[in-house]
């Protein structure tokens, strides 16, 4: 584990909607959401797509494992990951995780069990030997994980609702906000104001302003919107996050190219980057 006043997010799934492995997806990625970050000696996970398979063998090492687990939404490319995360099989380890979309109608616990529920999985979330809590908020809250550790949370412009988060720790600050779509004018006022003077803005980037015409309506946003928001908001550097599926890397190279002449800095995730506010 680490220690210190580390401050930290390591990339382990970057892209949208399904995973896409392959020779065409070797340098960015193809495993869906799911990011570490480390507050010093603290575990935060935020999205349990594809890629937080690779995080639980990493974790092995570190055992036992106690992280709170945050979900933007219960869409399943960013949670079906969560049944092959091995830490959830191991006893000792203490995992909580966290959505504010779902209530009064769902519980977290509830669409959890539904989606390993025969006959579409062929074991229950019992089978879990690990210490697991399933936790329901109202979006809008501030959580306090640990102490020093604040996550600030923001309603997302998403079908079936989403979460945006913004963990601070040591005077430093993370946004990850993905699974969103911009308003056809102005800004998103709760994305502005939870991206106000951020160190590292994680931003949905799935299409670009020439091609969003097409996709109004499905829930996602631009790289392009992202830098508006991150100037407007004050905010110090944008990753462009949750790649189309059908972007492969020399497409995501020519937007990271495109993207850093207009807002010097940016970059874009790619699986196993690790990035420090």
């Not at 210490?131 to 809008?140: A, M, R």
């Not at 969103?180 to 670009?208: C, K, W």
């Not at 497409?251 to 990035?275: C, F, H, N, R, S």
Request: hydrophobic residues 35%; contains cysteine.
């Amino acid at each position: 584990m680490s220690d210190g006043n580390q401050f930290s997010v390591q990339f382990w799934g970057v892209r949208g909607s399904v995973a896409v492995p392959g020779p065409k997806t070797v340098r960015y990625g193809g495993n869906t959401s799911c990011l570490e970050v480390r507050c010093g000696e603290h575990l935060i996970i935020l999205d349990a797509g594809t890629g937080i398979r690779d995080l639980g063998y990493k974790l092995l090492p570190e055992l036992p494992v106690n992280t709170n687990i945050y979900i933007t939404h219960t869409h399943f490319d960013h949670i079906c990951g969560l049944p092959f995360f091995v830490p959830l099989f191991i006893p000792g380890n203490k995992i909580t995780m966290w959505a504010g979309h779902l209530q009064p109608e769902y519980t977290l616990k509830q669409v959890l069990t539904e989606m390993m529920m025969a006959p579409l999985f062929p074991v229950p979330p019992e089978i879990f030997q690990a210490d697991v809590d399933y936790k329901d908020f109202t979006v809008g809250d501030v959580l306090e994980p640990h102490p020093g550790v604040m996550v600030r949370t923001a309603k997302l412009n998403h079908p079936n609702q989403a979460t945006g988060y913004r963990i601070e720790y040591e005077g430093k600050s993370i946004c990850y906000i993905t699974d969103t779509e911009h308003p056809e004018f102005g800004r998103d006022l709760n994305i502005l104001e939870l991206l106000q003077g951020a160190d590292l803005v994680v931003y949905d980037s799935m299409y670009t302003d020439g091609t969003y015409e097409n996709f109004k309506g499905f829930g996602h946003s631009t790289w392009e919107e992202g830098v508006r928001l991150v100037e407007a908001a004050g905010a110090k550097k944008l990753v462009i996050f949750h790649h189309d599926p059908t972007h492969d890397d020399d497409k995501m190279d020519a937007i990271g190219e495109e993207a850093a002449k207009v807002l010097p800095g940016t970059v874009v995730a790619k699986e196993g980057m690790i990035l420090s506010p």
